[in-house]
Structures are given as C-alpha cells and as structure tokens.
C-alpha cells in the first residue's frame, strides 16, 4: 500500500511555469514506476508522463514533449513534474500514480494500469 498526495498546482498565465510534487508513503516508493495523468473538464484521463523505477527512463505525451519534465527524488520519496511554457490547454487536474507490475512500457499510458493515485491538484492556465 502506497499513499501518494499531489502538491504545486495554482493558477498561472500561460507561457509561464509550475513544478508539481507527489510524495509517496507507505510501502518502499522504488518498487513503483510513476506516472503524471491529467484530466481536463468534460474529458478523459489522459496521460502526461511517466518515469521507471529501475533505470529512470522518461516517457511523455507528444503534447508536452519538450516542456514537461517528469523526475524522482528517491531520498525524498517524491516525483516532480516541472511544467514550463504553459498553454491554456494545459488547464486540468493532475494526478500521479503509482504502478507496480512487470510491464510498464506497455502498461504504462494505460490509467486503469495503475495501482495507486493521489487525490489531484488543479492547474489553470490563463491565456
């Protein structure tokens, strides 16, 4: 079992920039890959980013290549996303997750994949 909480969200004008945290608790936070997802009014959950747990290999959406950057802290029990050069369509909440199978590269876009998630934390983006 693994309790994760988001912090960092607020409101932001867009070209500007957020870096949101997720502290993990409970059992021992490297045996879990972790991902970003986020979910926008009136639309699914979709994922942002994720990073492995064994080599700390980074995977992100098309949408935000190049101005997300998802990383872990394993002292700290945390993974970040920083956001930069945010844009309106970046508005959602966001929530980290926590998997701990044996396939995560093909698992690893996948929400219902996931076996743990924090409670979210809104960003808005103003344009």
């Known amino acids: 079992q693994v309790q994760l909480v988001e912090s960092g969200g607020g409101l932001v004008q867009a070209g500007g920039s957020l870096r949101l945290s997720c502290a993990a608790s409970?059992?021992?936070?490297?045996?879990?890959?972790m991902g970003w997802f986020r979910r926008a009014p009136g639309e699914e959950r979709e994922f942002v980013a994720a990073?492995?747990?064994?080599?700390?290999?980074?995977y992100y959406a098309d949408s935000v290549k190049g101005r997300f950057t998802i990383s872990r802290d394993s002292a700290k029990n945390t993974v970040y996303l920083q956001m930069n050069s945010l844009k309106s369509e970046d508005t959602a909440v966001y929530y980290c997750a926590a998997y701990s199978g044996m396939y995560f590269y093909i698992a690893l876009k996948r929400p219902s994949a996931y076996d743990y998630w924090g409670q979210g934390t809104q960003v808005t983006v103003s344009s």
């Open positions: 990073i492995r747990r064994n080599d700390g290999n980074t």
């Open positions: 409970g059992r021992t936070f490297n045996t879990y890959d």
